[in-house]
């Protein structure tokens, strides 16, 4: 669908579309997932930050944005403030997003959870499956609703119908290292060539540090995010709303030019900028491998900036300093024909349509996607609020270098709302078998563009 626009006032215009509170539309369920960070295995629970534990009594909450020990501070913030206010516990869980997102397919007629944080192409497929609840009406009271970024909150609409509040959102950047750029006398690359040309004059150098890393394990979220963002350069939608049916926009050759530029030379071409001992790997490298100082490019979003301390870090100090002092960012390098334009990440956190609690519900996720609450997060992630999706929030540039992110963010695209699972497991092979050299890019561009094409009438 087309995004919907609001004026004068977004309460007013969700009355004219008729938001409401009713059950979500039923239809089938596809596939989706894109995250920031996909998460890692885990799970926590309220009576660890002072809520009681689980029971039948309490709020159940599935929210990734928790996972980590840098972020309980937050959560503890949270549970207690909820129970403060509404004499109520909550219990929050966190699992990787494609373990939710089944979890939550198969399972979310039975109530549980009663609020689910996600990402994006989860909004279209849990609202076409019904498990997720119209929330406009509920929202448009919110003394601080007019405060979210507009685009933020078109990405939450579906079929005209608000069905999330966001609360983190980005654009995806070249995350380069400035220090070994400025040393070889390289600028930021603007289009494809120059940044394989760069990529080959780093790894050339000697340097001990990989030129480039992308994200190429089957599944990862990370790694589709990584491709749309190349395609949004060159298309603003990949499929487009014609009466009742979806059109695919991009070219066979545009897939093809994505696929060439940036995963077969890249990966495993006869002078690859990536190291082929690393295909088949996530964020889990490409993040920490990046703030380790093992890479000096990767395809990103800010949340990198706030990553200074875990497990996955050897050095904080060190790795403070490379993200102050050595990191740049631009926009991300284009194939022939592109323009600047990046994948857009919203987060939408969202209400059972089955809970049994809805009233309670609705508060803890109007809680969560508060001013107040994204302080509290802030805090402990400043990186996720570099580019913030509520006016209340300051932006926490505060390093000329990251600067660019917000010019970045103002060119995002949002994924249309259809099933995105379809396009990801046609996209998953093609990808894999180009980077492993099993497949010239064109002619993986072309079968993956006629995959698309055959689920216009099924996305």
Request: proline share 5%.
């Given at each position: 669908?087309?995004?919907?626009?609001?004026?004068?006032?977004?309460?007013?215009?969700?009355?004219?579309?008729?938001?409401?509170?009713?059950?979500?539309?039923?239809?089938?369920?596809?596939?989706?997932?894109?995250?920031?960070?996909?998460?890692?295995?885990?799970?926590?629970?309220?009576?660890?930050?002072?809520?009681?534990?689980?029971?039948?009594?309490?709020?159940?909450?599935?929210?990734?944005?928790?996972?980590?020990?840098?972020?309980?501070?937050?959560?503890?913030?949270?549970?207690?403030?909820?129970?403060?206010?509404?004499?109520?516990?909550?219990?929050?869980?966190?699992?990787?997003?494609?373990?939710?997102?089944?979890?939550?397919?198969?399972?979310?007629?039975?109530?549980?959870?009663?609020?689910?944080?996600?990402?994006?192409?989860?909004?279209?497929?849990?609202?076409k499956a019904g498990l997720i609840e119209p929330i406009g009406d509920r929202a448009e009271q919110l003394e601080y609703f007019d405060g979210y970024v507009q685009s933020?909150?078109?990405?939450?609409?579906?079929?005209?119908?608000?069905?999330?509040?966001?609360?983190?959102?980005?654009?995806?950047?070249?995350?380069?290292?400035?220090?070994?750029?400025?040393?070889?006398?390289?600028?930021?690359?603007?289009?494809?060539?120059?940044?394989?040309?760069?990529?080959?004059?780093?790894?050339?150098?000697?340097?001990?540090?990989?030129?480039?890393?992308?994200?190429?394990?089957?599944?990862?979220?990370?790694?589709?995010?990584?491709?749309?963002?190349?395609?949004?350069?060159?298309?603003?939608?990949?499929?487009?709303?014609?009466?009742?049916?979806?059109?695919?926009?991009?070219?066979?050759?545009?897939?093809?030019?994505?696929?060439?530029?940036?995963?077969?030379?890249?990966?495993?071409?006869?002078?690859?900028?990536?190291?082929?001992?690393?295909?088949?790997?996530?964020?889990?490298?490409?993040?920490?491998?990046?703030?380790?100082?093992?890479?000096?490019?990767?395809?990103?979003?800010?949340?990198?900036?706030?990553?200074?301390?875990?497990?996955?870090?050897?050095?904080?100090?060190?790795?403070?300093?490379?993200?102050?002092?050595?990191?740049?960012?631009?926009?991300?390098?284009?194939?022939?024909?592109g323009s600047k334009g990046t994948y857009l990440e919203v987060k939408p956190v969202m209400l059972n349509a089955n809970s049994e609690q809805k009233e309670s519900a609705?508060?803890?996720?109007?809680?969560?996607?508060?001013?107040?609450?994204?302080?509290?997060?802030?805090?402990?992630?400043?990186?996720?609020?570099?580019?913030?999706?509520?006016?209340?929030?300051?932006?926490?540039?505060?390093?000329?270098?990251?600067?660019?992110?917000?010019?970045?963010?103002?060119?995002?695209?949002?994924?249309?709302?259809?099933?995105?699972?379809?396009?990801?497991?046609?996209?998953?092979?093609?990808?894999?078998?180009?980077?492993?050299?099993?497949?010239?890019?064109?002619?993986?561009?072309?079968?993956?563009?006629?995959?698309?094409?055959?689920?216009?009438?099924?996305?």
């Amino acid at each position: 669908m087309t995004e919907t626009n609001h004026s004068p006032t977004r309460r007013n215009v969700l009355k004219a579309l008729g938001v409401g509170t009713a059950v979500g539309l039923a239809g089938c369920t596809g596939g989706g997932g894109s995250a920031a960070q996909e998460g890692t295995p885990g799970q926590t629970d309220s009576s660890k930050s002072g809520g009681s534990s689980n029971s039948k009594s309490d709020l159940i909450m599935w929210n990734a944005a928790f996972q980590g020990d840098e972020n309980k501070p937050w959560q503890d913030w949270y549970t207690k403030q909820f129970r403060k206010q509404h004499d109520t516990s909550i219990s929050v869980s966190a699992f990787e997003y494609p373990d939710a997102r089944q979890k939550y397919l198969t399972g979310g007629r039975t109530g549980n959870p009663d609020v689910i944080e996600g990402v994006l192409s989860h909004l279209s497929e849990y609202a076409k499956a019904g498990l997720i609840e119209p929330i406009g009406d509920r929202a448009e009271q919110l003394e601080y609703f007019d405060g979210y970024v507009q685009s933020a909150l078109d990405a939450m609409t579906y079929e005209g119908k608000l069905y999330g509040l966001p609360y983190t959102g980005n654009g995806r950047a070249l995350v380069y290292r400035k220090d070994i750029f400025e040393e070889l006398g390289l600028d930021a690359p603007e289009t494809a060539e120059q940044f394989l040309e760069a990529g080959r004059a780093i790894n050339e150098a000697d340097t001990d540090v990989t030129a480039f890393h992308n994200c190429t394990k089957d599944g990862s979220v990370r790694a589709f995010q990584e491709f749309m963002s190349h395609v949004y350069q060159h298309e603003d939608h990949v499929y487009t709303r014609e009466g009742d049916s979806w059109t695919l926009v991009p070219s066979a050759e545009t897939f093809g030019l994505v696929f060439d530029k940036f995963y077969a030379q890249v990966w495993a071409g006869d002078n690859p900028i990536a190291d082929p001992e690393q295909l088949g790997t996530g964020w889990q490298v490409n993040d920490p491998g990046y703030l380790n100082g093992k890479f000096a490019m990767i395809e990103c979003g800010p949340w990198l900036r706030g990553w200074t301390t875990g497990s996955d870090i050897d050095d904080s100090e060190k790795t403070k300093t490379l993200l102050d002092e050595k990191t740049a960012i631009a926009h991300l390098p284009r194939a022939e024909g592109g323009s600047k334009g990046t994948y857009l990440e919203v987060k939408p956190v969202m209400l059972n349509a089955n809970s049994e609690q809805k009233e309670s519900a609705w508060k803890a996720l109007s809680l969560f996607s508060s001013p107040e609450s994204l302080r509290q997060g802030k805090q402990v992630s400043a990186g996720d609020y570099l580019t913030p999706v509520h006016t209340d929030i300051e932006p926490t540039i505060d390093n000329e270098n990251w600067k660019p992110f917000l010019d970045v963010f103002k060119s995002g695209k949002a994924l249309a709302k259809i099933s995105w699972g379809p396009v990801r497991e046609a996209f998953y092979s093609h990808m894999q078998n180009v980077a492993y050299g099993k497949s010239d890019p064109y002619k993986a561009g072309k079968q993956f563009h006629s995959e698309l094409k055959d689920l216009e009438t099924k996305v």
